[in-house]
């Protein structure tokens, strides 16, 4: 009996001190949860920090909690502590957009990201404009037999594989514009190479949107983001209307604290103009107007400029150079599409442009599909492999030491370079691609990641 009571004895105590230990296991866990900041799931990998909305609270509320430590520190400075808490209170709810610029990484002024203002939708434009993009015909009849006709029936059926998370919308929304700017400078992007065509003429799918410059400039500014200009290839491009129209801008926009000058390494603060299929005009017509000696010259006027002509074959260098452009960029975001495109051909064009005081901007892709608005051009898809393909052409574009990297793209989506959020998406009739098994803002993520390790590097570059 002696011993059946120790033993019960000695179980009882057993279980005390387990049922103890466990609580207190419980509460030390608890604690550390409290303590610790949520994370978003996709990140970790790559380095990355908090996502800003998340930093935008966590910071928040360690500046309440630091000063309230401070409040209970000195009863002579707790007034004027509980007032400044006050104040940086009715400053935060005052300035939401001044606080979030500040918790979001800082602008990298040598990261350009091209950007297109031509999508519609009835509530803003009375109708879809290129969400319902036509289907293009192959120029081989017999090759376009084969291949869907008609367009895109939005807002369930748009011309693009991948779907937006913000929808079929329109360019000129407000708030679509808003997010647009914080999404590019969450990305560490810098400088918004707006595609633009003079007042009144647009491409063959969309309607002018040079009046809707003064609203991307003013939102840019909020986010302490640049704007240059992707000059589109308008009608009658020649010499002369291309003088004309860089005057335009600069003396409608020229005086904006978001437009975007260049310093060069003479200290000139000049704008920059990119120009798509400059190919297109041969270069006399250009030297007539980027040579001192060209008869509507621009140079050394108060128009001059940073001219960066799109090389695609390898020939171009020579006639780049010959029509006196500043530099060349590659823009296709399809590897092995053409002779600038592709990552291995970079350092031959950068020693080239080296030789011949020219600045080479590759430019950077995220992948490449525009089978719904070509259905025919299977061949020149270029998976994104979960982020990978754009992680090897970053790598390409680092390796040759580029003054600036471009990215392609924002927001094409008809060709599939958006690194702009998108959503999965399945209809009665199509399954759109989507950025699974990571989250909408992946290539944001990466586009950042990339934007730090591009500068780190170029402080070595410049030792």
């Keep these: 009996i002696l011993n059946y009571d120790i033993m019960a004895r000695f179980r009882r105590r057993t279980c005390i001190i387990l049922l103890l230990f466990i609580l207190f296991i419980c509460s030390i866990m608890m604690a550390l949860k409290t303590l610790r900041p949520d994370r978003a799931g996709f990140g970790d990998p790559f380095g990355l920090g908090l996502l800003p909305e998340l930093q935008q609270r966590t910071v928040l509320l360690d500046s309440k909690q630091n000063s309230l430590n401070r409040a209970q520190g000195d009863t002579v400075t707790r007034a004027t502590n509980l007032h400044s808490i006050a104040v940086n209170t009715m400053k935060a709810s005052m300035s939401p957009v001044k606080r979030l610029e500040q918790e979001l990484s800082s602008p990298n002024y040598n990261f350009h990201i091209f950007y297109y203002t031509w999508y519609g939708n009835p509530q803003f434009d009375g109708k879809y404009i290129h969400w319902n993009h036509p289907l293009l015909p192959h120029w081989d009849p017999k090759i376009a037999n084969n291949y869907p006709k008609g367009r895109h029936n939005p807002p369930e059926d748009i011309g693009a594989n991948f779907y937006p998370e913000l929808g079929s919308y329109s360019s ?44 991307v400039l003013d939102n840019a500014h909020k986010y302490n983001l640049k704007v240059t200009f992707h ?214 993520e990466l586009t950042q990641k990339w934007s730090e390790k591009y500068r780190k590097e170029q402080e070595q570059w410049l030792m």
């Design 172 to 215: 000129k929304d407000p708030t679509v514009i808003e997010a647009h700017m914080k999404q590019m400078r969450s990305a560490s992007t810098g400088v918004i190479v707006l595609s633009w065509y003079p007042p009144g003429m647009a491409d063959e799918n969309g309607e002018p949107t040079d009046d809707l410059v003064p609203v």
């Design 231 to 444: 000059i589109e290839p308008y009608k009658d491009r020649d010499d002369r209307s291309m003088y004309h129209n860089v005057k335009y801008i600069i003396d409608k926009y020229g005086s904006h604290p978001a437009f975007y000058r260049h310093k060069t390494s003479t200290g000139r603060l000049l704008p920059m103009f990119y120009v798509y299929d400059s190919y297109v005009t041969i270069p006399e017509i250009w030297a007539n107007l980027l040579t001192v000696s060209g008869s509507q010259s621009i140079r050394n006027t108060p128009y001059d400029a940073l001219f960066i002509a799109l090389l695609v074959e390898e020939r171009h260098k020579h006639d780049i150079h010959r029509s006196g452009f500043d530099g060349m960029y590659t823009y296709f975001a399809t590897n092995g599409f053409s002779y600038g495109s592709s990552h291995h051909n970079w350092a031959t064009l950068k020693a080239f442009c080296d030789s011949n005081n020219l600045m080479f901007i590759p430019s950077v892709g995220p992948g490449y599909i525009d089978t719904s608005i070509r259905p025919w051009n299977n061949h020149n898809t270029r998976n994104r492999v979960n982020g990978k393909y754009y992680e090897t052409a970053f790598s390409a574009a680092l390796l040759v030491r580029p003054e600036i990297i471009s990215i392609t793209s924002f927001n094409e989506w008809h060709e599939g370079t958006q690194i702009e959020k998108a959503v999965p998406k399945r209809t009665g009739q199509v399954v759109y691609l989507d950025y699974k098994p990571h989250k909408p803002n992946v290539y944001l």
